[in-house]
Structure formats: C-alpha cells, structure tokens
C-alpha cells in the first residue's frame, strides 16, 4: 500500500528538481496559496490553514534546497556555471 503523503513529497521534490518544470510547480503553489478554492477551505478555523501552511513550507524547504546545493557547486574550485546547474533526480515512490 502506497503512502500518498510520502508519494506526494517525493513527485513534488522530482519536480522541483527538473528544470523544465520547477516554475510551473512554483508558480501554481502559489496561485493555490493566494487561491480561496482549497482542498479544506479557509474558512474553517485550523484545519484550512494547515493545508496551505504545510504547501507553503514544502515549497520554501525545497527551494532553499536547490539554492544551497546551487552555492555549494559555484564554491567548489574549477567549477563552471554548466556544472553548477541542479541536476534531474528520476521520480521515485516511497512504499510502506
């Protein structure tokens, strides 16, 4: 049986992660954070915010992510820009 939180993180990760995609992951989460059509509306006390607040903090972990591994390649001696580009990990599924 397949953990859909552990599913979800990792396709969310994997896109990120892909060049041609991260935008389009960055700019929809967004639009679903700004949005007021939720999977658990706002409208009700807790339970709304904590689908956006846990959006919201995946989206900022992964983000920061990219950017330190990003410095970390500049840093190294001898790289060059082509090698400071993040590179693609495939999409896997976490299995319980």
């Known amino acids: 049986m397949n ?13 990120l992660r892909n ?3 991260r935008w389009v992951v960055v700019l929809g989460t967004l639009i ?5 059509l939720d ?13 956006d607040g846990l959006l919201a903090t995946l989206l900022v972990t992964e983000l920061s992510q990219l ?14 820009e082509a090698d400071a580009a993040v590179t693609v990990e495939p999409i896997t599924t976490v299995e319980v």
């Open 3 to 15: 953990n859909p939180i552990g599913s979800f993180y990792n396709w969310y990760k994997a896109t």
């Open 19 to 21: 060049t041609k995609y």
């Open 32 to 36: 679903y954070l700004i949005s007021p």
């Open 39 to 51: 999977i658990a509306s706002d409208f009700l006390p807790v339970i709304g915010w904590v689908d």
């Open 67 to 80: 950017a330190l591994e990003y410095l970390n390649k500049r840093k190294q001696p001898g790289a060059s």
